[in-house]
T-cell receptor, first 113, second 118 residues
Framework: AQSVTQLGSHVSVSEGALVLLRCNYSSSVPPYLFWYVQYPNQGLQLLLKYTSAATLVKGINGFEAEFKKSETSFHLTKPSAHMSDAAEYFCAASNTGFQKLVFGTGTRLLVSP | EAGVAQSPRYKIIEKRQSVAFWCNPISGHATLYWYQQILGQGPKLLIQFQNNGVVDDSQLPKDRFSAERLKGVDSTLKIQPAKLEDSAVYLC????????????????FGPGTRLTVL
């Protein structure tokens, strides 16, 4: 069964620093991959998704992620963190078929001034 | 375009009581999902509807949970009777298209209903 692993339940950065959130998937067939952000008391909002068209995917709010098949990874990055980026980030995968999303356990991003 | 609506936003009940959640997906969306998000975990799919038919309910505890999607639009999720471990946020999501082999679709999430079972 498909699984998604997010390394680090909490990541702390300073404002202006690089953001790197890690995600690895387990699948013999590269799945569709997603990053969602969740602000307190809100639903999940799609940041970006990989659908095999390009390995480097650009999303909203300056985030991007690179699909690396050899590493089974889909890490999320942002060159310069902003205070408003503080939130919970979820990586998710979906195999072809019924669009079922399997989520990682999430990474809380903390941004300090 | 209005987003996915859910109600209530918060619910507190005693164990063994019943509770129901309501979801109104984005207009015209064919597929509707219910997820359970326990504190500290990622969302877990409970049930997926395509129009008004169920396509995946493999992780729905059917002895206590039930769901329906009326006329392929709104949906309700019911828990009867509730247990302490049902305390979670219940998220509803919808996506525009029906299942298509070799394809996937963006899911749009509602704000969720936070259930506390005492």
């Amino acid at each position: 069964a498909q699984s998604v692993t997010q390394l680090g339940s909490h990541v702390s950065v300073s404002e202006g620093a690089l953001v790197l959130l890690r995600c690895n998937y387990s699948s013999s067939v590269p799945p569709y991959l997603f990053w969602y952000v969740q602000y307190p008391n809100q639903g999940l909002q799609l940041l970006l998704k990989y659908t095999s068209a390009a390995t480097l995917v650009k999303g909203i709010n300056g985030f991007e992620a690179e699909f690396k098949k050899s590493e089974t990874s889909f890490h999320l990055t942002k060159p310069s963190a902003h205070m408003s980026d503080a939130a919970e980030y979820f990586c998710a995968a979906s195999n072809t078929g019924f669009q079922k999303l399997v989520f990682g356990t999430g990474t809380r991003l903390l941004v300090s001034p | 375009e209005a987003g996915v609506a859910q109600s209530p936003r918060y619910k507190i009940i005693e164990k063994r009581q019943s509770v129901a959640f309501w979801c109104n997906p984005i207009s015209g969306h064919a597929t509707l999902y219910w997820y359970q998000q326990i504190l500290g975990q990622g969302p877990k799919l409970l049930i997926q509807f395509q129009n008004n038919g169920v396509v995946d309910d493999s992780q729905l505890p059917k002895d206590r949970f039930s769901a329906e999607r009326l006329k392929g639009v709104d949906s309700t999720l019911k828990i009867q009777p509730a247990k302490l471990e049902d305390s979670a946020v219940y998220l509803c999501a919808s996506s525009p298209r029906a299942w298509l082999a070799g394809d996937t679709d963006t899911q749009y999430f509602g704000p969720g209903t936070r259930l506390t079972v005492l």
